[in-house]
């Protein structure tokens, strides 16, 4: 079979297969041999904090003379997980060229599991570069050198659902607000502790302090520690600080607790009362928060006072030395009453949760050593778009179609959404930036356009472009359609089954009838002909006497059910009032005692024996002139 230019059209409906026409819709052109695979896959509703995974997403030669190797499957999606068995060894996928022929039914499948970070919808674009291998038999070969490497996407979908009762603490539930060394007597600097509503439902949280003398609790923003109402997605904030009154150390826990839903979270604080004449501030320190991952956040600057009567000589170091360092020592000695600083640099090149990264010590002489706290966070800054590729199908001529998506912030980190760089005509997107909360705490909503004149393949890319550093800067959205002539055009008008299981309904193929036409076309019925017409069936609509609108469009699902094995040949006949038009619709029947009683990873095949003529050359003989009109 002749290889040639190939669209790829790949909805956001279920498990539909869309094959494609482009240019002027010719039969060489329509004809492009390729695998059968679900254009997408749904996880459905996964709650916060679980996974959820597609059914398996099939791969199948498409006609009963296709050989395909599948070469790698990627995606780079934070919330998907791509579960590949081994793939196969060459070759992968080689379906009957004859319906005499004994095949053993094999797949090639994976499946992608979904594990949301927020509520609402999330999209994965899947990447499959595959190799098409001339036919078994052809006598050419199926080296690399005469094979054509493709790529096709498949799109995964999920959706993220809150659970009705859900609560968050900043810093995570279980760890600790660490004060360090806190001279006696004193306050030390203030740690806020945020309490988040992530549930679907509203929440009163009530907060109770084990010792509230050492660590006085301070509402911000008139926040109410003692009960305190959060609607969905609210928060409130409180400051802790700790004030020692002996030279001993002091912990205490601060709980929250909900009603309804009787949830508990509770963070410890731990504190050291010194005696020391050294005066620190900021005391615990803390970089600046919110840092993204590989963006690192202005220095740290910590002052440092002499309040004893004599002079004291300083040297300055860092329990770990990991991302932190010292870049600026203090001066020393340091005269009574003089101040000096010390400056620390963070380089946030790994992912950190709010909270202690490292300890500055300080051991000056006279008086000993101070231990100080430091604070950091890296949090992870990343985008997703649903959905993650827009296919717009078939386009009349000076007609417009749009696709709304949904961009919002897949990590921990909040991201910026800076511009647009837009698509070539007739492509266009329309929309703004702005800023996204983290785990999809909001959305920005953008349009994408295309509105095409010249009949043709339509392939572009959109970028969003972020604070985001390094190669997560950009986020590409791929754009795909097809621009049709005037008249009135089946997408696509050629559609491969492939092999299906005797007496097992195939995935339900979608072909589009589109009105290009100056006026209304009424459909006045539809039906399957050919000589294997009883073994496809129309599935939807469930009446086609239907009236399609100027630049409007009518779709029918068909699906294969094989009663006996080898080569099926038929056509999608759609009648309106100026004539027909038709769709070439095979496959290849397997089963009922031919298939070994066992399923492996390939379709095995006896190339010998005698048989039906190929799928390819059959459809040659009967294809009729196309009689669609404008």
């Known amino acids: 079979m002749r290889k040639t230019k190939r669209l790829l059209a790949v909805g956001i409906v279920g498990a539909v297969v869309i094959a494609a026409c482009v240019g002027s819709l010719t039969l060489s052109e329509t004809e492009q041999r390729t695998m059968s695979y679900p ?47 081994s793939l196969p060894v060459l070759p992968a996928l080689v379906a009957c060229m004859s319906g005499s022929q004994t095949c053993v039914p094999t797949t090639y499948s994976f499946t992608g599991t979904f594990t949301p970070s927020g509520p609402g919808p999330d999209s994965c674009a899947v990447t499959v570069a595959y190799r098409s291998n001339p036919p078994v038999g052809s006598g050419s070969g199926s080296g690399s050198g005469s094979s054509n490497t ?17 609560m968050t603490v900043t810093p995570a539930a279980g760890t600790a607000l660490e004060y360090t060394d806190i001279p006696i007597n004193t306050t030390s600097t203030k740690q806020q502790i945020t309490v988040t509503n992530t549930g679907t439902g509203a929440l009163t949280v009530t907060g109770t302090n084990t010792d509230p003398a050492r660590f006085p609790v301070t509402s911000v923003a008139g926040s109410t520690f003692a009960s305190q109402p959060l609607g969905v997605g609210a928060s409130a904030k409180f400051d802790v600080a700790c004030n020692p009154l002996l030279v001993q150390s002091y912990t205490a826990t601060i709980t929250f607790q909900t009603t309804p839903g009787n949830l508990m979270r509770s963070v410890g604080l731990v504190c050291n ?55 600026g020592a203090p001066m020393s000695p340091l005269a009574n009453g003089g101040s000096t600083t010390i400056v620390l640099r963070y380089t946030a090149a790994t992912e950190h949760p709010f909270g202690r990264i490292d300890n500055l010590v300080i051991t000056h002489d006279p008086g000993g050593t101070r231990t100080i706290a430091i604070n950091a966070e890296a949090l992870v800054g990343e985008i997703g778009v649903t959905p993650a590729l827009v296919d717009f199908g078939p386009v009349c001529p000076n007609s417009e179609k749009t696709s ?37 705490g909001n959305i920005i909503s953008l349009t994408a356009r295309v509105s095409a004149t010249t009949a043709g393949k339509l392939d572009d890319k959109f970028t969003l472009n972020t604070n985001i550093p390094g190669a997560g800067a950009t986020h590409d959205v791929q754009l795909t359609g097809v621009a049709l002539p005037a008249g009135v055009t089946p997408t696509p008008n050629v559609v491969h089954f492939g092999p299906g299981q005797i007496r097992s309904p195939t995935i339900a193929k979608r072909v589009t009838v589109s009105n290009c036409g100056e006026s209304e076309l009424a459909i006045t019925g539809a039906h399957i002909e050919g000589p294997n017409a009883a073994e496809f069936a129309i599935v939807a609509p469930e009446d086609p006497r239907q009236t399609i609108p ?19 040949i038929a056509q999608l006949v759609v009648e309106h009032a100026g004539g027909t038009i038709e769709a070439d619709l095979d496959g290849n029947g397997f089963g009922a005692g031919d298939d070994g009683g066992e399923k492996t990873t390939y379709y095995a095949c006896n190339a010998g024996g005698a048989g039906g003529l190929p799928i390819a050359f059959a459809l040659l003989l009967m294809r009729r002139r196309r009689r669609a009109t404008a």
């Open 273 to 327: 009362g010194i005696t020391s004449n050294l005066v620190i501030d900021p005391n615990p320190a803390g970089f600046a928060r919110n840092t993204l991952v590989g963006a690192p956040p202005a220095d740290l600057v910590i002052n440092v006072t002499n309040s004893g009567a004599e002079t004291m000589f300083m040297e300055v170091g860092l329990t770990t030395g990991g991302e932190v360092s010292v870049i």
């Open 39 to 85: 254009g997408s896959a749904s996880a459905g509703n996964v709650v916060i904090g679980q996974s959820g995974t597609t059914p398996a997403i099939v791969f199948t030669p498409a006609t009963a003379v296709d050989s395909d190797t599948i070469l790698s499957l990627s995606e780079n999606c934070t919330r998907w997980t791509l579960n590949l068995p």
């Open 550 to 568: 100027m630049m409007g469009e009518l779709e029918f699902l068909v699906i294969m059910n094989p009663s006996t094995p080898g080569t099926k």
């Open 404 to 440: 709304d998506l949904m961009v919002y912030a897949t990590s921990s980190g909040p991201v910026n959404l800076t511009s647009i760089t837009q698509p070539d005509a007739p492509f266009m997107v329309s929309g703004t930036g702005g800023q996204l909360a983290p785990n999809h």
């Open 150 to 166: 493709q790529t096709l996407v498949i799109v995964l979908n999920g959706t993220g659902v809150a659970p009705s009762y859900a």
